[in-house]
């Protein structure tokens, strides 16, 4: 599933393509991916035609559409999703199941093979209408979560801190590939439980947790299989993994071979000798 640098890579890709573009008609081929409205896919489609594209944003892993009427539509790639920006005349994947034409000749596709993928169009003022989205934590890389705020989140937990940093009500955003990543650079097992954790310990996952997702962005995200940005190109951070999906292999630190285990049903990695 995309995780934050993915999905900023997308927002990023989308936003010359898009904004202030206007929405000409939309076309449903798999219904089930439209959550919200859930029952009434007329309306969805008569909000949506003849708004324009204000602002395309993100908030954890939802893509966020601001029109200027009163809604916003609300897209959650979940897992194989695209959102592809192609002109008319080219060719639609099989497995592309919303389009959204624009008064430019282009369509925004949401391609998803496992059609797991959602689209909400909400009231703005309504985000709970948006899956998770009126729920989930700070932001990790906003100005506003200083360290000392980070450490706060920690108060009365007790949780595997894999489970911890996947948990988007703690924080937004950050997924299986880069909860490893980031716990693996801070020197923390990913079964420790966060109520052990030193205030250093906390200002080390604060700091790499910033950086490393940074990292991701300016990578263009990480691509092992599905994932790709609004262009339909490839990200490349996944050169830069130390231990995520490296089992069996040597540590690049010490040499030490890369475990896999299971932490709260989630395939895991990390060093046993570099991880306390």
């Known amino acids: 599933m995309p995780e934050l640098p993915e999905v900023e890579t997308v927002v990023k890709g989308l936003r010359p393509l898009v904004e202030e573009k206007i929405v000409t008609g939309v076309e449903i081929r798999e219904e089930k ?7 009434n896919i007329p309306a969805f489609k008569e909000e949506l035609i003849g708004s324009k594209i204000e602002a395309v944003n993100r908030r954890g892993k939802y893509i966020i559409f601001e029109l200027n009427n009163n809604k916003n539509m609300v897209i959650h790639l979940r897992m194989t999703g695209k959102l592809l920006v192609k002109e008319v005349k080219e060719f639609r994947d099989k497995h592309t199941h919303v389009i959204f034409s624009l008064n430019d000749g282009q369509e925004i596709r949401f391609n998803n093979i ?5 689209v909400y169009l909400i009231d703005k003022n309504h985000p709970e209408q948006a899956g998770g989205l009126a729920d989930l934590g700070p932001e990790p890389l906003s100005d ?22 996947l948990n988007q009500h703690f924080v937004a955003g950050i997924g299986n590939i880069y909860a490893d990543e980031i716990l693996f650079r801070s020197g923390i097992r990913p079964d420790r439980t966060a109520d052990t954790l030193t205030e250093s310990e906390k200002e080390k996952i604060y700091h790499n947790m910033r950086e490393i997702l940074q990292k991701g962005i300016i990578y263009g995200g990480t691509s092992f299989s599905d994932y790709v940005n609004a262009f339909g190109e490839k990200g490349s951070f996944q050169e830069e993994l130390r231990v995520h999906q490296r089992q069996g292999e040597e540590c690049y630190s010490c040499g030490t071979i890369i475990e896999k285990i299971k932490v709260s049903g989630r395939s895991t990695y990390f060093c046993p000798q570099c991880q306390k």
């Not at 496992?114 to 959602?118: A, D, E, P, Q």
Request: proline fraction near 3%.
């Open 114 to 118: 496992r059609k797991f993928g959602r």
């Open 33 to 39: 991916m439209i959550a919200f409205p859930k029952e």
């Open 144 to 165: 506003q979560l200083t360290v000392d705020d980070f450490k706060k989140l920690f108060e009365n937990r007790r949780a595997l801190m894999k489970s911890l940093l």
